[in-house]
């Protein structure tokens, strides 16, 4: 990007660069200011880390090592931080490419963190993300590179589940970053050809809320509107062909499933190869969902083992019921992991957190005392501390631990090191090019 953006240059006062930023004190920052930074280091989040007058700046579209004219998205007076945009390029870094996407950019669609950077490049960030979370929440110094996915070659038309956003206008689109306003979109380049091939994104979804778009692995793709999630949803196949496991699972078209093709399979994969299960073992598959590892290890542990799977949400249970009845050693419980355990649940804050009822706190009794294995999958916010207190007196020979961010996975690695694991191993997965997120897989024995 070449020349000055917009509002450059409409206050008073200057920081050092020509562009003025108003009299105020030194440092501080408005929405619309433009700065001159030097880029910093890769950030969790998608952004990176830059300073201005000793204020930190969250800088979006940009890469470690560029000099750029950032704009300010987000400030607020006396916070130590903001959040800009990359709008100018003033040093590029070798690693940047022209995005291939007309929508990835400032103010444009918000799903994307990546577009700029080439695609080896973007998993070296992702793994420098990983490394230094470990060594700030865990302490510990981690050597873990990020894997590309099988199947996946330019980092595009991978992603087989889609939600739409749809505007005031009835238009399908995809949102801003950190903001409900809709953009109107014709194409999504990471999506999946049978996600765009339903045309979801020229119709008219006028009253709905959101349209959901599902392309399986087998069968047709599923076009779901989403005006209040008061409907019969329908129910899709997903079929697993990884080398130590093969199977085939019914999974609502609106429930949760990995949505790189390839990321199921190669996770069951990793896990079990970490776990190395035995016959007449006993496993626990917590956070289970539809039954994936669940179903993987029940045939791996054989008749004479057994395998418990926990899960919450009703329509992955009810899923799960038709996907794990052919192993009759595997018993699954509908319940919070929390609860199951017998813990707290983690305090709510913001709006509706007050007057919370007092739970009573029991262990649910189907739930095993000990264990051989556990695989942990849980959602972004991580396991916590109690359900990984009550993990560890189960007294596992091995746990494998599936994370989609890496800051909850080091959190809650470090409260295993305290009660008495170690970290054997750590993989990382590349399953959302052009985004930031990774998945990891870290192992944990006695």
Not at 34 to 54: D, K, L, N, Q, S
Not at 58 to 86: I, N, S
Not at 189 to 211: C, F, K, N, P, S
Not at 286 to 307: D, H, I, Q, R, T
């Amino acid at each position: 990007m070449t020349g000055s953006p917009p509002g450059a240059g409409s206050h008073r006062g200057t920081d050092g660069t020509g562009d003025r930023v108003g009299e105020r004190s030194v440092g501080e920052l408005s929405v619309g200011d433009v700065v001159e930074v030097e880029v910093g280091p890769v950030a969790h989040g998608g952004f990176c880390i830059a300073r201005y007058e000793g204020r930190v700046v969250f800088l979006r579209h940009a890469l470690p090592g560029e000099r750029v004219r950032a704009r300010v998205t987000e400030a607020k007076p006396g916070q130590r931080f903001v959040r800009a945009d990359a709008v100018e390029v003033v040093e590029a870094s070798e690693h940047r490419v022209t995005a291939p996407c007309p929508y990835a950019g400032p103010g444009l669609c918000g799903g994307c963190d990546f577009q700029h950077v080439e695609v080896g490049h973007q998993r070296e960030l992702k793994a420098a993300v990983v490394r230094e979370q470990f060594s700030r929440l865990a302490h510990l110094e981690v050597a873990v590179a990020v894997e590309p996915v099988p199947g996946d070659h330019d980092g595009l038309g991978w992603r087989t589940r889609v939600e739409f956003a749809v505007d005031e206008a009835g238009r399908a689109g995809l949102r801003q970053h950190r903001s409900h306003d809709v953009v109107p979109v014709d194409t999504c380049l990471i999506a999946d050809e049978r996600v765009l091939a339903t045309g979801v994104l020229h119709g008219h979804w006028d009253g709905e809320q959101a349209v959901d778009v599902v392309a399986p692995s087998t069968g047709e793709a599923v076009v779901v509107p989403v005006p209040s999630g008061e409907q019969d949803v329908p129910t899709v196949v997903e079929h697993v062909a990884a080398q130590r496991f093969a199977g085939d699972f019914q999974v609502s078209a609106r429930g949760f499933w990995q949505v790189h093709p390839g990321a199921a399979a190669t996770f069951v994969d990793t896990v079990l190869e970490v776990l190395a299960p035995r016959e007449g073992e006993t496993a626990l598959d917590l956070y289970s969902g539809v039954g994936l590892f669940a179903a993987a290890l029940a045939e791996a542990v054989g008749p004479g083992g057994k395998v418990v799977a926990v899960e919450s949400d009703a329509d992955a249970v009810a899923s799960a019921a038709a996907n794990l009845a052919a192993y009759p050693s595997v018993l699954a419980l509908r319940a919070r992991v929390d609860d199951a355990f017998g813990v707290a649940r983690p305090k709510r804050s913001g709006p509706g957190s007050r007057g919370q009822r007092s739970r009573k706190l029991r262990r649910h009794p189907l739930l095993p005392l000990r264990a051989d294995l556990v695989v942990l999958d849980p959602p972004r916010t991580g396991a916590g501390k109690d359900v990984v207190a009550q993990v560890a007196a189960l007294e596992p020979r091995a746990i494998a631990y599936v994370a989609c961010d890496p800051a909850a996975l080091a959190r809650d690695a470090a409260w295993l090191l305290e009660a008495g694991y170690r970290l054997e191993g750590l993989h990382a997965f590349d399953a959302f090019p052009m985004t930031h997120h990774v998945e990891c897989v870290a192992v944990f024995g006695r």
